[in-house]
Nanobody, 115 residues
Framework: QVQLVESGGGLVQPGGSLKVSCEVS????????WGWYRQTPGKERELVAS???????RYVDSVKGRFTISRDNAQNMVYLQMDSLKPEDTAVYYC?????????WGRGTLVAVSS
């Protein structure tokens, strides 16, 4: 069974930075692309960043140039560095495999951007 454990969220002021982490187990991590999603109340979960097995990345326009996704295949970890945060980035952030059904979701980690 795939397990996904997100951590690192918190309260940050607009313009600030935060790095969230995701530990993955129960799946051959290096063989899959991984992504970060976010969700706010009443809205569908949105894929905001992806990283492929060879390292290429993809971002939704709203975070391009501000967020950086990375992975550590030795540690089975996915990271999202978030800079120049805006109030509209406030959400619960989740990681998962965007092109494979893991049948699992973690609890997510809450990122709140507010002064």
């Amino acid at each position: 069974q795939v397990q996904l454990v997100e951590s690192g969220g918190g309260l940050v002021q607009p313009g600030g930075s935060l790095k969230v982490s995701c530990e993955v187990s129960g799946i051959p991590f290096a063989s899959f692309a991984w992504g970060w999603y976010r969700q706010t109340p009443g809205k569908e979960r949105e894929l905001v960043a992806s990283i492929f097995t060879g390292g290429p990345t993809r971002y939704v326009d709203s975070v391009k140039g501000r967020f950086t996704i990375s992975r550590d295949n030795a540690q089975n970890m996915v990271y999202l560095q978030m800079d120049s945060l805006k109030p509209e980035d406030t959400a619960v952030y989740y990681c998962n495999a965007p092109y494979y059904s893991t049948n699992s979701w973690g609890r997510g980690t809450l990122v709140a951007v507010s002064s």
